[in-house]
C-alpha cells in the first residue's frame, strides 16, 4: 500500500469517527426524538411528559398604548364610518430671520410659498389605493385641552382649512406636500404665535398613510420660501412642542401625535384584542403547578390562543403578534402600567406568529426562555407574566381577536408544557 492510500485511509477514518461523536452529541440535544435517539445512545432514556394546563390565572386587555405621542408613525385613516383618525403636527416655534444672499440675518417679511413635506411610508402592492386620495390640512389651534379629542375634532371645518391636494395613486410615493396658506403662516410669525396643523384623509374607497415621526426621526417639516432671490434657500421648520410649559419631558413627544376620532373602543369580556384603533395591548398572568415549575427541566412551553375572526377593517392585512416579557416592578399591579414596561420582540426568545384579522384557529406561541426564569422565584421578584402586542400597533388599524378565559373552556387560552421530571438520585453513604 502506497503512502498516499495510507494517508486517505486515515482520513477516511477519522471522518467515521468525526461523524458519529456529532451523531452522539446531536442525540443528547434533541430531547424529542422519540424512540430513534436510545438507538444511537442506548444508555440514555428521557422520560418526557406533555402536558396541557388551566394556568392562566387572568387576561385582560388594555386600550391606548402606545400612549399618545410615542407613536412611531403618524397614522391617518379613513374607512367612512368604521375608523377616523386625524394627525396632529405641532411648531411651537416659528424662526423670524433668514439668511440673505449678503450673508446677513433678515427679518421675514414675505413668505411666497409655504409646503407642508410629509415623509410616508411607501405603501406596497396590497396597500395602494384604488383611486386618488385627498389630503387636507387644518388650523387646529385652540385653548381648550390640546391633546383632547372632543376639542380638536370640530376644529376640522372649512373655515379653518389651510391647504389640500389630492394626490394618484401612482404619485404616492415616499413623500407628499401640501400646500399651506402662506399668510396664516406670516401672521404667526409676526405675532410670535404657534402653529397647530391637523391633517385629515379623504378617501372614497378607504386607505391608511403612514407618517414620520419626531420620534423615528423623519417628521414632517414646514417649508418656506421667503425671498424672491434664488440664491436663498427655503427654510425648513421642523415640529416642536412647548406644551405643557416647563415640562419637557411631557411636551417633547407632543410634537406630533394621532387622535382617534372614530374605532373600536370597546372589546367584549369573551375576546381578547391586539392592535386595532385605538391600539390596545393584552396581559396574561399566570399561575404554573410548582410540581412543574421548580420540580422539572421544562424543555418546551407554547402559549396556545385560539384565535376569532374579526372582519372589520382590512381582515385580509396580516400582520406580527408577539408576546413580551413584563420589566416592570412586582410592586407594580395595574395592568396598563404593566403593559408600557415590556422587552422588544425576540427577548428571551420569544415567538411570533404573522396572521390576519380575518383568520381563525389555534396560534402557538413559544414561551419556554421566559417560563424558565420563574423557576424557584416568586410573584416579588419576577412576575409571572406575559404582555401580547401587535408589530404594527399604532400604524395599522388591523386587530387580532383571541378567545379569552371567560369564552367557552373548548376555546380558552391554554399553556402547554414539555419537561423531563428530576430524578433525585441517592448518594452512597
Known amino acids: 500500500m502506497n503512502g498516499e492510500s495510507v494517508l486517505n485511509r486515515k482520513s477516511a477514518l477519522t471522518m467515521v469517527a468525526v461523524i458519529a461523536t456529532f451523531a452522539i452529541a446531536a442525540c443528547s440535544e434533541q430531547l424529542d426524538a422519540g424512540k430513534s435517539c ?53 411648531f411651537d416655534t416659528l424662526q423670524n430671520t433668514f439668511t440673505a444672499a449678503n450673508a446677513i440675518d433678515s427679518t421675514i417679511s414675505r413668505i411666497d410659498t409655504a409646503q407642508l413635506v410629509l415623509p410616508i411610508d411607501r405603501a ?45 395613486p401612482e404619485s404616492i410615493l415616499d413623500t407628499l406636500k401640501i400646500p399651506i396658506s402662506p399668510d396664516t403662516i406670516l401672521d404667526r410669525i409676526n405675532n410670535g404665535t404657534h402653529l397647530r396643523i391637523g391633517l385629515r384623509l379623504v378617501s372614497a374607497q378607504g386607505f391608511d398613510i403612514r407618517i414620520g415621526t419626531t420620534l423615528n426621526g423623519n417628521p414632517a417639516t414646514l417649508r418656506l420660501k421667503v425671498s424672491p432671490d434664488t440664491a436663498v434657500r427655503p427654510l425648513s421648520i421642523q415640529p416642536l412642542s412647548n406644551t405643557p410649559p416647563n415640562e419637557n419631558f411631557v411636551s417633547g413627544p407632543l410634537a406630533d401625535f394621532t387622535i ?63 408576546p413580551v416579557a413584563i420589566l416592570a416592578s412586582p410592586v407594580v399591579t395595574d395592568a396598563g402600567t404593566l403593559l408600557r414596561f415590556v422587552s422588544g420582540a425576540g427577548f428571551l426568545g420569544l ?39 401587535s408589530g404594527s400597533e399604532a400604524q395599522l388599524p388591523a386587530q387580532i381577536n383571541f378567545f379569552s378565559t371567560q369564552a367557552p373552556t373548548a376555546v380558552q387560552p391554554k399553556l402547554r408544557i414539555t419537561y423531563v421530571p428530576q430524578v433525585n438520585i441517592g448518594l452512597p453513604k
Not at 64 to 86: A, C, K, N, Y
Not at 136 to 143: K, L, P
Not at 371 to 380: G, I, L, P
Open 124 to 168: 406596497d402592492s396590497l396597500h395602494r389605493p384604488s383611486g386618488p386620495i385627498t389630503l387636507e390640512a387644518y388650523n387646529v389651534d385652540t385653548t381648550a385641552s390640546d391633546t383632547a379629542v372632543a376639542a380638536l375634532a370640530p376644529l376640522f371645518r372649512p373655515s379653518r382649512l389651510l391647504g389640500a391636494k389630492t394626490f394618484a
Open 38 to 90: 436510545p438507538l444511537l445512545c442506548p444508555a440514555q432514556e428521557i422520560n418526557l411528559k406533555d402536558t396541557v394546563l388551566d394556568a392562566i390565572a387572568s387576561d385582560t386587555t388594555v386600550l391606548g398604548i402606545p400612549p399618545i405621542g410615542s407613536e412611531t408613525f403618524l397614522m391617518l385613516s379613513s374607512h367612512h364610518d368604521t375608523v377616523q383618525t386625524r394627525a396632529i403636527i405641532r
Open 260 to 322: 382617534v376620532l372614530q374605532g373600536n373602543t370597546t372589546t367584549p369580556v369573551t375576546q381578547l384584542g391586539v392592535g386595532g384603533l385605538p391600539s390596545r395591548r393584552t396581559l396574561f398572568r399566570f399561575n404554573i403547578p410548582n410540581r412543574i415549575l421548580d420540580s422539572t427541566t421544562i424543555v418546551r412551553a407554547s402559549l396556545l390562543l385560539t384565535q376569532t375572526p374579526n372582519r372589520g377593517v382590512n381582515p385580509k392585512d396580516s400582520v406580527w403578534v408577539f
Open 351 to 389: 415567538d411570533s406568529l404573522r396572521m390576519a384579522p380575518g383568520d381563525s384557529g389555534i396560534r402557538a406561541f413559544q414561551i419556554v426562555g421566559l417560563v424558565r426564569t420563574w423557576h424557584n422565584t416568586t410573584e416579588e421578584i419576577s412576575p409571572n407574566a406575559i404582555g401580547m402586542l
